[in-house]
């Protein structure tokens, strides 16, 4: 029964190819870093969202050590039936105190605390009005409740108020977007967000996945950021990005959405318990976020860095203060080639195109990390030069 399927499969795996769109695995070895293993290479590694070089650090894994020698491997429950240990609640009080929210409830991931919300939260009654730029998750799990849906332009905030009004007939109306928008490095207007939930009596969340950690004068956040903590609804958020680079997600915000979540989100239920190791490196996080900011400080000069320095060497990159970094080359197969390049000289780099992206506004998103060193940085400017200019020469000579 199986070959039809395997044929169409085969068929689509080659469509896939043919359209330059085949996602390879490269495997590497030992530790995320600023440097790491690819197969028999040692590369600077410029395309992971390690943002703040927790994810090898040593405070972290003796953290994670410690959590996994008194606490055990796993919880092999869910939480609500014998699956929450005294690790848990400690990190959803300290991850409340730290992003200045009445609750937190934890997730195996920040794609599950998106697929919990809104189905659990929204009706037919409801409306969300959801960035059309937001990320999968946020998209799927809109999809799972029975909402009205409404999409407005990317940080437009005329075409914003369109859709409110559009929607004001509904019971509750939602507002979601990204935090940051992960492929551009673009922030969303949180302020002018707040500004037009206010005007039109709704509510307002923010996936803070790629800001959570380093965004913000104490590392809170977009919702820092922008001064509007107390007037976003609903935060989600990350474990796997800047606070320590592993695994799991949560939702915070008001402590009736949260203690309902808690009762009904499906995600939640019926998903095991965030492993001891994790929970525990995570509360060491919180720590060393609260006791000293030159991580942060390290990320945004390294940034800073490059943005100036890419620039000086005459690629076009996209305006922002973000540690992602897109370094546009418009036609898709020139940027996967400069990616493949820029690996053979030890600079490991992904390329984007679409429909990740528009159509001809290909590029190579590169993200910075405090663990990358100032040398890091202009070494990694100086191969983008350099395989630019033999991509051009053989390119003249065809």
Known sequence: MYSAMRDHLTREIEDIREA??????????????????????????FCSNNYLGLADHPDLIEAAKRALDESGFGMASV???????????????????????????????????????FETLLSAEDAVISDELNHASIIDGIRLSKAARFRYKNRDMVDLEKQLIAAADARHRLIVTDGVFSMDGYLAPLD??????ERHDALVMVDDSHAVGFVGPNGQGTPELFGVQDRVDIVTGTLGKALGGASGGYVAGHAEIVEILRQRSRPYLFSNSLAPMIVGASLRVLDMLSEADDLRTRLNRNAALFRESITAAGFDVLDGEHPIVPV??????QAARMASALLEKGVYVTAFSYPVVPMGRARIRVQLSAAH????????????????????????TD
């Open 20 to 45: 330059g769109l085949f996602k390879d695995q490269r495997l590497i070895s030992g530790p995320q870093s600023a440097r790491i293993s690819v197969g028999d290479d040692s590369v600077l590694n």
């Open 79 to 117: 939480r609500f039936i014998c699956g929450t240990q005294d690790l848990h609640a400690r990190l959803e009080r300290r991850l409340s105190e730290f992003l200045r929210v009445d609750d937190t409830i934890l997730y195996s991931s920040c794609f599950d605390a998106n697929g919990g919300v």
């Open 192 to 197: 002018e967000i707040c500004d037009l939930a």
């Open 328 to 333: 546009m080359i418009g036609d898709a197969a």
């Open 373 to 396: 060193s100032e040398d890091d940085v202009r070494a990694a400017v100086a191969a983008f030069a350099q395989v630019r200019d033999e991509l051009d020469a053989a390119d003249s």
